[in-house]
């Protein structure tokens, strides 16, 4: 919604056709073209197609691969199935939306990528298996990228908030440290585009937390994260 406005023209997508529909006219009140698809991010062949179809319209600027899944282990039964699930859609998905966003800007030499990947993607928490593990390949993938691209005039950025109120942390169950309200997080995020900064952790409480955390010794973390609740 931050980047709606005349003269803008937006791609949007997502699973969920109803909520992807309430948001594109949304945009379109305030004066932005959108071109709006309900497309699985896990689907290759679909992803790439749609990307095309967004570069037809107008040449992509920011491509923002935001698709991400948090499930609950249940037990350890689970593991094998959650993990490919959550990496289908956090780690694959983030390839299908930026594999092809590549090879439409490196013609002309610009553009700007943004990878969402989470303050979780710092330590491997036992509560959150799949989930931080997913963020984690996407952190070290997007700080990889943006060294390479670099050098041809694109631009590379990985997101990496705390808990943010949502759908997804509405089911969380515990207390969650910080937690900040979504347009908050939008705006900094947006700064942080703006400025083209390589990474862009928030709150910075929590950021500083995370990074002390994986300074301690092996021994006193592995107590901490046992004490963890489950996400």
């Known amino acids: 919604m931050g980047y709606a406005g005349p003269g803008r023209t937006l791609a949007l997508t997502g699973r969920d056709a ?8 949304a945009c379109r009140a305030r004066g932005a073209a959108v071109l709006a698809e309900a497309v699985a991010a896990e689907e290759e062949a679909a992803m790439a197609a749609f990307l095309r179809q967004a570069e037809a319209r107008a040449p992509l ?9 948090s499930r609950t282990l249940k037990d350890l039964g689970e ?3 959650l993990t490919r699930e959550t990496f289908a859609v956090n780690v694959t998905g983030v390839f299908n939306t930026l594999h092809p966003a590549i090879e439409l800007m490196l013609p002309r030499r610009r553009g700007q990528l943004a990878i969402v990947s989470s303050i979780a993607g710092f330590r491997g928490l036992p509560g959150a298996i799949a989930y931080s593990a997913s963020k984690n390949a996407v952190r070290a993938y997007g700080e990889a990228l943006r060294g390479r691209l670099a050098r041809q005039g694109i631009g590379v950025s990985v997101i990496c908030p705390g808990y ?7 089911r969380n169950r515990f207390p969650m440290p910080f937690i900040m309200d979504a347009p908050n997080a939008a705006s900094i995020i947006m700064r942080g585009l703006a400025r083209n900064r390589g990474r862009i952790a928030f709150p910075w409480p929590m950021y500083a937390l ?10 006193l973390v592995d107590r901490l994260m046992t004490r963890l609740p489950e996400k």
Request: hydrophobic letters at 55%; zero cysteines.
């Open 61 to 69: 600027d920011l491509v923002i691969a935001n698709a991400g899944v």
């Open 164 to 170: 943010v109120r949502s759908r997804m942390t509405a």
């Open 210 to 219: 995370i990074r002390l955390v994986t300074m301690l010794p092996d021994r």
């Open 79 to 81: 593991l094998d199935a």
């Open 18 to 25: 109803g909520r992807l529909a309430k948001v594109a006219d």
